[in-house]
């Protein structure tokens, strides 16, 4: 039923008066008259009879008019609640970053947002590239940062930067005191990885070509990667931004290792105003902090 029909049988129902009720709801006469028939038309009851050069409700009218003002009341209750609330109510941002991911950039604006937008807040989750990619499809999250852009019509990537890698080795290693290290020297010594499937069926381990990766331990975080180093359990390769100040672990360049980052997000799905604006201030600080 169209909404502007029932406002203007409620003036016209109020006043009596198509002349009247016209000027007051600012649209010409024969507009009004071609809606209240429309309406008429469509329930099929009058709503108004003549009376000399006036209209007065019939007994349908003067029913529908106590159950059409009362729904406009609470409509207009609603709408002004609406209005009112969404002024107060908080902006969650969901964030997906893949681990590690510009820890410093993206903790820094965030931390600007919530000192200076007292509305904002955020929800991060850190987990690998494909399954911040499937949250992004179910609308879990709103954008993520992810280390790889796939083909599927659905997502949309924008790419931010390159990132380097470096090795986390603890700091009494052979290989700490070395300026850059060669991907080959790490051949062999125990690993620390990233989201790494250890599950594999015997099956698979017998058919698999021999390979020099002696990953002993997965992990989901840069931080747990970085305890298990401290503690001697093997290397790990971090990425540039996660390198940390710690004496118990040397950080090593490594050689020829790059990967580019994207921003990920549903293709042409709408975010609100001011969702869109902390994303868009996001690339332009990755993208201005690492030119």
Same mark, same amino acid.
């Given at each position: 039923?169209?909404?502007? *029909?029932?406002?203007?049988?409620?003036?016209?129902?109020?006043?009596?008066?198509?002349?009247?009720?016209?000027?007051?709801?600012?649209?010409?006469?024969?507009?009004?008259?071609?809606?209240?028939?429309?309406?008429?038309?469509?329930?099929?009851?009058?709503?108004?009879?003549?009376?000399?050069?006036?209209?007065? $409700?019939?007994?349908?009218?003067?029913?529908?008019?106590?159950?059409?003002?009362?729904?406009?009341?609470?409509?207009?209750?609603?709408?002004?609640?609406?209005?009112?609330?969404?002024?107060?109510?908080?902006?969650?941002?969901?964030?997906?970053?893949?681990?590690? #991911?510009?820890?410093?950039?993206?903790?820094?604006?965030?931390?600007?947002?919530?000192? +200076?937008?007292?509305?904002?807040?955020?929800?991060?989750?850190?987990?690998?590239?494909?399954?911040?990619?499937?949250?992004?499809?179910?609308?879990?999250?709103?954008?993520?940062?992810?280390? #790889?852009?796939?083909?599927?019509?659905?997502?949309?990537?924008?790419?931010?930067?390159?990132?380097?890698?470096?090795?986390? $080795?603890?700091?009494?290693?052979?290989?700490?005191?070395?300026?850059?290290?060669?991907?080959?020297?790490?051949?062999?010594?125990?690993?620390?990885?990233? +989201?790494?499937?250890?599950?594999?069926?015997?099956?698979?381990?017998?058919?698999?070509?021999?390979?020099?990766?002696?990953?002993?331990?997965?992990?989901? #975080?840069?931080?747990?990667? $970085?305890?298990?180093?401290?503690?001697?359990?093997?290397?790990?390769?971090?990425?540039?931004?996660?390198?940390?100040?710690?004496?118990?672990?040397?950080?090593?360049?490594?050689?020829?290792?790059?990967?580019?980052? *994207?921003?990920?997000?549903?293709?042409?799905?709408?975010?609100?105003?001011?969702?869109?604006?902390?994303?868009?201030?996001?690339?332009?600080?990755?993208?201005?902090?690492? #030119?």
């Amino acid at each position: 039923m169209n909404y502007n *029909y029932l406002r203007y049988f409620s003036v016209l129902a109020q006043v009596e008066h198509y002349t009247l009720a016209a000027a007051r709801l600012e649209i010409s006469q024969p507009s009004l008259s071609s809606a209240i028939h429309n309406l008429e038309t469509e329930l099929g009851v009058k709503l108004f009879e003549k009376t000399g050069r006036n209209i007065r $409700l019939t007994e349908e009218g003067r029913y529908f008019q106590k159950k059409v003002d009362a729904a406009m009341a609470e409509l207009n209750t609603a709408t002004h609640t609406l209005r009112a609330s969404r002024e107060r109510a908080p902006i969650v941002v969901r964030l997906g970053l893949v681990s590690g #991911t510009l820890q410093g950039i993206a903790a820094e604006l965030m931390a600007d947002y919530l000192a +200076h937008e007292k509305r904002f807040r955020f929800h991060l989750t850190e987990d690998a590239a494909e399954n911040l990619m499937d949250m992004v499809r179910r609308q879990d999250l709103h954008v993520a940062i992810v280390d #790889t852009a796939v083909r599927d019509r659905s997502l949309h990537f924008r790419r931010l930067r390159q990132r380097d890698f470096c090795v986390a $080795l603890p700091s009494g290693h052979p290989l700490a005191e070395m300026e850059s290290i060669n991907p080959h020297l790490l051949t062999d010594l125990p690993q620390i990885a990233f +989201h790494t499937s250890l599950d594999r069926s015997f099956q698979e381990w017998a058919s698999e070509s021999e390979t020099h990766e002696n990953i002993l331990c997965q992990v989901n #975080t840069v931080q747990g990667a $970085l305890d298990l180093v401290a503690a001697g359990a093997g290397f790990a390769v971090i990425p540039d931004e996660c390198v940390p100040a710690r004496p118990d672990i040397a950080c090593i360049r490594l050689e020829n290792r790059h990967q580019a980052l *994207y921003l990920c997000m549903l293709y042409d799905r709408w975010l609100a105003p001011p969702v869109w604006e902390f994303v868009e201030r996001l690339v332009r600080t990755i993208r201005q902090r690492t #030119t």
